[in-house]
């Protein structure tokens, strides 16, 4: 019985270790490579290029938990999609830089064909398997802080906005239904987060610890985001510390979110709602551009609230060492 569950242990290990592998070789690598090609050879704009990014994290895990164990996957079905959804994404990729279609085509395809149904599928899929990837559970551990949430980023983004016309406003009270277009881009907000938050965290978490191993997270999520620093965000030394300050805030809270509820949906939920909320204040006009240019004292203090802000759930019971992550 002990030489079972020995054997048993090491097959675990073995496992993890080639689905963490899997999983670096697709979201950093393909992302890499895709992103050096994009700088290099401009193919496509830097928006498509950031929504081909977040579907890689959950095409990462996709093929980590189908390769060699496709039959006993129990989410296989959300899996393919994001195989079939990378599948097109390399297809049309390979067609724009061969000439083959324009980069108008590429994007009205990704736009209003791929990223739409890709997002719907997931969506039913999840809902339909019930399993640990089902949308609606625990939502109630979490509303509290999601109005929080929400708060603070409304709140930074009026600090941001400081001197601008009130009348800039008036978008406030449409936010609610700007969420409804979320539905249909899923695919990128579940996807990034899958791989950061429903795959990655707990693995960092038992290698470096609760806080330690979330922080190196943020860090690793920033990182990643490398290929579109120039091509999107035009960052400088400033912008590169304001985005290591948000990404690392960000990872905090969502990680936070993920461990009481252990939903990834509602870490996409907070996803979409950072970049809506990021986009749409006037003080954020310039929300791509990360460089001395842009970057005005008002957004600085908004970075700053929100770092400060997020930070102080690293002292949650959730991120002490002897607490169960719920499962």
Known sequence: MEKMDIYRTANDRERNILETVLFFIVTYGVCWGVGILNYCNKFMSGDMMAVFMMTLPATGVSIAKLYGNIKNDENRRVHLVYVV?????????????TGIISEKFLEMFINYILLPVSSILVLIFAILDNGELAPGKNWKKVKGLLLLFIFLLIAGGIISSAGSEIADFHFIAFLPVSYISCFLQAAAFFGEEYGWRGFLQEKMQKISGRRTGVILLGIIWELWHMPIWFSVYHVDGLGLALRFLSTGSFAVIIGYA????????????????INLCFTAFPGNADSYNFNAEHITGPRIAEVVLLFVAFSMFLCAKEYREEHDTPK
Do not use: G, L
């Open 258 to 273: 993920y461990m009481k509820s252990d939903n990834v949906w509602v870490c996409a939920f907070m996803h979409y709602s």
């Open 85 to 97: 959804c990378f599948i097109c994404f390399v297809v049309i990729i390979s067609f724009r830089i």
